[in-house]
């Protein structure tokens, strides 16, 4: 696929080549999955890709079965021979574990984590997916925002804790995060000078914003986002 032969011809944009996994029922009955081994449909070039590392392809979703097939489908096809793409993948560690890697957060009260900074992206400024592969575990609120690719997160009682798994896509490659939230209630508390400081909002230590810089409250202890920091203040 990445440079032809007399055979297969070189892919180009709108090209794929899938295999899916097809799940057999003891009734007689199947579920199927996709995974595309290559996808050049994207509209920009840097966004196309062929898999050329192990990826996670989990078939939990197929449910209970007796047995697992495999097909193959794509564009690079005769009418009469089928397909010209090579029907064969590598498959190893049948019924394994995905690998996650494990990130600790500790905070104030509230913070929105910046969720590319819990994966290892590449920078060619290709497309990034995120989402939620397991719902948060805990005591924690915590709200997925794609748009602004951020997880908001507010914990109103010191020793709060709360897990959340997250993933991220890019060009195929998928990456799995458990990410730990502790709220800390008793550190990063300072005197500071109000007019000194780049304080963005204000929060009380129930987690509500009750103003957008410290000259907007009264004196007392406040949780403030200062820059992409958020600590507690004394003012």
Not at 98 to 108: A, C, F, I, L, M
Not at 118 to 125: A, I, V
Not at 160 to 184: C, F, M, P
Request: hydrophobic share 35%; charged share 25%; proline share 1%.
């Amino acid at each position: 696929m990445i440079t032809g032969n007399k055979f297969s011809t070189k892919a180009s944009q709108g090209d794929w080549f899938k295999v899916t996994a097809i799940g057999h029922h003891a009734d007689g009955t199947t579920t199927s999955k996709d995974f595309y081994l290559a996808d050049y449909r994207a509209d920009e070039a840097v966004d196309r890709y062929l898999i050329d590392k192990w990826e996670w392809f989990d078939l939990t979703d197929l449910g209970k079965v007796t047995k697992i097939t495999f097909s193959f489908d794509g564009t690079d096809s005769d009418p009469t021979w089928g397909l010209n793409t090579p029907m064969y993948f590598a498959m190893d560690d049948f019924a394994g574990t995905k690998v996650e890697d494990e990130v600790t957060r500790t905070t104030g009260g509230v913070e929105n984590i910046d969720l590319a900074s819990l994966f290892t992206l590449e920078s060619d400024g290709s497309t990034v997916e995120y989402g939620i592969e397991k719902e948060l575990t805990g005591t924690l609120t915590v709200k997925f925002d794609a748009r602004a690719k951020q997880l908001k997160v507010k914990g109103t009682r010191h020793g709060e804790s709360g897990v959340v798994h997250l993933w991220a896509r890019q060009k195929g490659h998928t990456q799995y995060v458990a990410l730990t939230i502790n709220i800390d209630h008793t550190t990063a508390v300072t005197d500071i000078d109000v007019a000194g400081t780049g304080v963005t909002a204000v929060y009380n230590l129930q987690g509500i914003q009750v103003g957008n810089t410290l000259d907007d409250v009264e004196p007392g202890v406040y949780i403030v986002r200062d820059g992409n920091v958020t600590r507690k203040v004394i003012k």
